[in-house]
Each structure stands twice: as structure tokens, then as C-alpha cells.
């Protein structure tokens, strides 16, 4: 029986795709996604505007009349206000989002920042999943003080029953976060950007495997397939996957499995 793979985390980027209109770039990833097998993409988008990844407003746009592909909300916490609280409530009651994704490090705030607050509540009365993008943020170390598993494992404290993926397995900081997920119930995390290049170069093929292994092993129902794609590469994350030591009904739970669940997705195979 053919494996359904979700991929948990990509953007509409002009990331290797320079001079092409988002429509296109969306073309690109359904193209990957039909070549690639993957049933699923989860389209994470910029919290602010005019950047080289889409914002809220043109990601959903574009995301329209294809249910392949499911989107996360977002916030700009420096600046989050009421208008903003009320039009993620509106989406996550059409079913326009799955979840809700924050950038500390990009911006600079700290997960137990007062004003993460709302969304985390929301997050928890709408079951979605709070997405952290966490570890490496633009080549800049001082940046990941905000993002760090030290930091997430307050929040994850505070808001016991608040589901939250932290994204990129928080490279480089990869034994901290997998020491977070095996301490705390309501935490899992994704592969994305695991298996780039510079990333294994940076922190280790070994420690990278072993640290996946481990959580694998023991919480097999924590680690969710990811890629970031544009950035990296689909085919890459799916070797990862499959070369770590677990059973064939492991890596059909990293693929996909805990994904539908933990983001309480009920989805066509």
C-alpha cells in the first residue's frame, strides 16, 4: 500500500525561483508534489508584507481550488492588534487555516512574551497546532536567544494543553530540542531543513540522526515530515526519514500519521 505523504512545512518562496510570480512558484511545488508523491503541503506564509515569501492575504489566494495544499495563519507579535486576533479567528472558523505559526528570532520576541498570549488561547479553542519557527534565523546567532527550546519549554509549561511544533528541529540546537519533546507531552517538532547541505555540514550528519533516532525510538508519535521547501530538497528529507532505525510503521507516522493528527486533519489518501 502506497505511503500518503504530508509535507508539513513549505512556503511560497522566490527562494531559487527569482523573476517568477507566486502563481508560478505554487505551480512549481504542485509539479514537485505530483513528481514526488506527496499527497499534501502545509504552505506556511510570511508575517509581513511585501517580502520574498507571501503574506496571509496572497497565500490564501493562492491556495484556493487546491486542497492539496493547507495553510497556516500567522501574526506579527511586535505588532498584533485586535484586527489582526479577530481575521485568524474568521479563518480558523471557515477552516481556512490548520494552525497558527509565530517568527521569534526574525522578530525579536520571546514565545512567553504577554502579547503571544491570544494566540495561544486561540490556538487551544480551535484545536490547532501553534507553530515556532526556532533555531537558525538569517545567519544571525543572537537572533536564536528568542527561539531557543529553553525558551519554547516555558510556553509549553504554561499552556499544557496548547499543541506546539517547533519547526526545523531548532537547528543547530538539536539535542535541546530533542530534550524538549521527550519532556513535554504537548510538544513535537519537524525535519525541515534537516537535511540541507550547509545544515549537516553545520551540525553533523551523526547528531542529526542520532537526535531524530531518539525521539523516533522513544515518542515515535512526536516528529513530523518537513522540508522547506523551496529552500531544500523533498527528496533529501525523504532519505532522512527513511535511514533512520525504526519500523516501517514509524516512518509511515513521521510521513504522515502524526500530522493528521496532531493538526486534526481528516484528509482523502
Known amino acids: 500500500m502506497r505511503r500518503l505523504i504530508i509535507d508539513c512545512h513549505t512556503h511560497f518562496s522566490t527562494f531559487g525561483h527569482e523573476g517568477q510570480t507566486f502563481e508560478q512558484i505554487r505551480n512549481s511545488l504542485l509539479t514537485s508534489m505530483q513528481k514526488l508523491g506527496t499527497d499534501y503541503a502545509f504552505v506556511y506564509s510570511d508575517s509581513e508584507p511585501n517580502t520574498e515569501v507571501t503574506d496571509l492575504d496572497n497565500t490564501r489566494e493562492l491556495v484556493k481550488g487546491f486542497p492539496q495544499l493547507l495553510m497556516l495563519g500567522t501574526a506579527c507579535i511586535p505588532t498584533i492588534d485586535k484586527k489582526t486576533n479577530d481575521k485568524l479567528d474568521t479563518l480558523a472558523l471557515s ?4 494552525g497558527i505559526k509565530l517568527y521569534p528570532g526574525f522578530e525579536e520576541f520571546y514565545p512567553s512574551d504577554d502579547h503571544c498570549h491570544s494566540i495561544y488561547e486561540k490556538c487551544i479553542n480551535h484545536n490547532m497546532p501553534l507553530v515556532f519557527h526556532s533555531g537558525e534565523t538569517m545567519n544571525e546567532p543572537w537572533r536564536e536567544a528568542y527561539n531557543h527550546p529553553s525558551e519554547i519549554a516555558e510556553v509549553a509549561r504554561q499552556f499544557p494543553s496548547l499543541k506546539i511544533v517547533v519547526a526545523h528541529f531548532s537547528q543547530p540546537h ?7 519533546i521527550l ?12 537535511a540541507h547541505t550547509d ?6 550528519q551523526e547528531a542529526i540522526y542520532r537526535c531524530l533516532s531518539d525521539v523516533a525510538t522513544v515518542q ?12 531544500c530538497d523533498v527528496t533529501e528529507h525523504l532519505r532522512l526519514v527513511e535511514s533512520l532505525p525504526v519500523s516501517e510503521a514509524t516512518k509511515v507516522l513521521i510521513l504522515s500519521g502524526n500530522a493528521q493528527r496532531v493538526f486534526a486533519l481528516e484528509l482523502e489518501q
Request: charged share 15%; hydrophobic share 40%; proline share 7%.
Open 174 to 180: 538539536l539535542t535541546a530540542c530533542r530534550n524538549l
Open 95 to 98: 477552516g481556512d487555516i490548520i
Open 220 to 231: 515515535p508519535e512526536k516528529l513530523l515530515f518537513g522540508t522547506d521547501w523551496p529552500i
Open 199 to 204: 545544515v549537516v555540514r553545520s551540525c553533523g
Open 183 to 194: 519532556n513535554h507531552p504537548n510538544v513535537y517538532a519537524d525535519i525541515s531543513g534537516l
